[in-house]
């Protein structure tokens, strides 16, 4: 079982940046996402990182400002954050699956975190 515990999350100005954090356990096996849902809406994918950190993807609404990174010998991935804006306003989720094929799908995760706000103030 992976506990994923994500921290980092608050409230910014539009332009301003945030850094997510995600910590788990028994993190090198798995592929990570960072995933977000703002309210009324579903949950869609942000970002993916490969087991070894050598390849990543991204959704169309976030490439070129943000990025995500792992630190294999930390038991941490990182969503960094640039450039936000209102519409990036949601609980931004981390997952683990199992495996090194990258999803963009939340049904391919295995584990999730609890969630950690995102607000972006225009």
């Known amino acids: 079982q992976v506990q994923l515990v994500e921290s980092g999350g608050g409230l910014v100005q539009a332009g301003g940046s945030l850094r997510l954090s995600c910590a788990a356990s028994d993190f090198s096996r798995y592929t990570m996402g960072w995933f977000r849902q703002a309210p009324g809406k579903e949950r869609e994918f942000v970002a993916v990182?490969?087991?070894?950190?050598?390849?990543?993807a991204y959704a169309d609404s976030v490439r070129g400002r943000f990025t995500i990174s792992r630190d294999n010998a930390q038991n941490t991935v990182y969503l960094q954050m640039n450039s936000l804006k209102p519409e990036d306003t949601a609980v931004y989720y981390c997952a683990a699956k199992d495996g090194e094929l990258p999803s963009t799908n939340t049904y391919r995760y295995d584990y999730w975190g609890q969630g950690t706000q995102v607000t972006v103030s225009s």
């Open positions: 990182i490969r087991r070894n950190g050598g390849s990543t």
